[in-house]
């Protein structure tokens, strides 16, 4: 891969079309946002382009939760770091993108709920947030390889905080955590307590921050939404068909036998997402 330089689309804009890239140049663009974002004072460029690859390799090739989606909420969350200049302090900004990078890794295209009802391997390991913490464990997994530690040149200290805070953004992208997550900001600002030097009400903006990123599909054009919304049913299809294999009903949004749940389902997420 050439020598970083900025992007040379508008990849700062919240309504950038991921699909106008293929998988490598994503890697290209994603190598781009992490400089653009961050410089290299402080990181190896080769560990930042090897790190990259591999992250796009273990990403499976499944409808929705694949690269293109990494790619996709990580490009989300650059242009709301570009745009809110100050809020979040650099180590944050740096959980925070890598941590959407990341969120998805070695997704198999089930959610947490199957991973328990099917007593797989995972959810013996983690009872809860099966995926997410599976997610986390993987890019610690990555970032172990020879080469692959673009957190090198940070001291101990940060080291170990900006891990600390990538599992953090990681879990927070468990819709089940985020209802919590969005009652307690909602009464935080409500009786006027919000305060930025509260290292609590700092996660809690980074959790949300997350699961904006991690949905930004349902704020995108049309012709972005329709294409996102058609690998999502896909892969909620092929859950349906793997529960109905196994004898269970699915829910009637992952059950093909019943297109017409897709366009109530949609208006829902944006009301309220989906667990």
């Given at each position: 891969?050439?020598?970083?330089?900025?992007?040379?689309l508008?990849v700062?804009?919240?309504?950038?079309?991921?699909?106008?890239?293929d998988?490598?140049?994503?890697?290209?663009?994603?190598?781009?946002m992490?400089?653009?974002?961050?410089?290299?004072?402080?990181?190896?460029?080769?560990?930042?382009i090897?790190?990259?690859?591999?992250?796009?390799?273990?990403?499976?090739?499944?409808?929705?939760?694949?690269?293109?989606?990494?790619?996709?909420?990580?490009?989300s969350?650059?242009?709301?770091?570009?745009?809110s200049?100050?809020?979040?302090?650099?180590?944050?900004?740096?959980?925070?993108?890598?941590?959407?990078?990341?969120?998805?890794?070695?997704?198999?295209?089930k959610?947490?709920?199957?991973m328990l009802d099917?007593?797989?391997?995972?959810?013996?390991?983690?009872?809860?947030?099966?995926?997410e913490h599976?997610h986390?464990?993987?890019?610690?997994?990555?970032?172990?390889q020879?080469?692959h530690?673009?957190?090198s040149?940070?001291?101990?200290?940060e080291?170990?905080?900006?891990?600390s805070?990538?599992?953090?953004?990681i879990?927070?992208?468990?819709?089940?955590?985020?209802f919590?997550?969005k009652?307690?900001l909602?009464?935080?600002?409500?009786d006027?307590?919000?305060?930025?030097?509260n290292?609590?009400?700092?996660?809690l903006?980074e959790?949300?921050?997350?699961?904006?990123?991690?949905?930004?599909?349902?704020?995108k054009?049309?012709?972005l939404?329709?294409?996102?919304v058609?690998?999502?049913?896909?892969?909620?299809?092929e859950?349906?068909d793997?529960?109905?294999?196994?004898?269970r009903?699915?829910?009637p949004m992952m059950?093909?036998?019943q297109?017409?749940q897709?366009?109530?389902s949609q208006?829902?997420?944006?009301d309220?997402p989906?667990?």
């Amino acid at each position: 891969m050439d020598s970083v330089g900025s992007p040379s689309l508008d990849v700062a804009s919240y309504y950038f079309n991921i699909y106008s890239l293929d998988d490598m140049k994503k890697v290209r663009y994603a190598v781009s946002m992490f400089s653009e974002l961050f410089g290299m004072s402080r990181f190896d460029q080769d560990s930042i382009i090897r790190f990259t690859l591999t992250v796009r390799k273990n990403y499976r090739r499944v409808p929705y939760h694949n690269w293109a989606h990494g790619f996709s909420v990580a490009n989300s969350m650059f242009s709301i770091i570009k745009h809110s200049k100050t809020i979040f302090k650099p180590n944050e900004c740096l959980a925070l993108y890598i941590g959407s990078l990341c969120h998805d890794l070695d997704h198999r295209g089930k959610n947490n709920k199957f991973m328990l009802d099917t007593e797989s391997p995972l959810a013996s390991i983690y009872s809860t947030s099966t995926m997410e913490h599976h997610h986390f464990n993987q890019t610690i997994t990555i970032l172990q390889q020879e080469g692959h530690n673009i957190f090198s040149k940070l001291s101990s200290e940060e080291y170990k905080q900006v891990l600390s805070n990538i599992k953090h953004c990681i879990l927070a992208t468990d819709l089940a955590l985020f209802f919590p997550n969005k009652a307690r900001l909602a009464k935080i600002v409500e009786d006027d307590q919000f305060s930025w030097t509260n290292p609590e009400h700092r996660l809690l903006l980074e959790a949300i921050t997350m699961t904006a990123s991690d949905l930004s599909a349902s704020a995108k054009p049309w012709e972005l939404q329709v294409k996102t919304v058609k690998v999502i049913f896909e892969e909620f299809y092929e859950q349906g068909d793997a529960e109905k294999a196994a004898g269970r009903n699915p829910i009637p949004m992952m059950d093909r036998d019943q297109p017409d749940q897709q366009a109530a389902s949609q208006v829902c997420t944006i009301d309220v997402p989906p667990a």
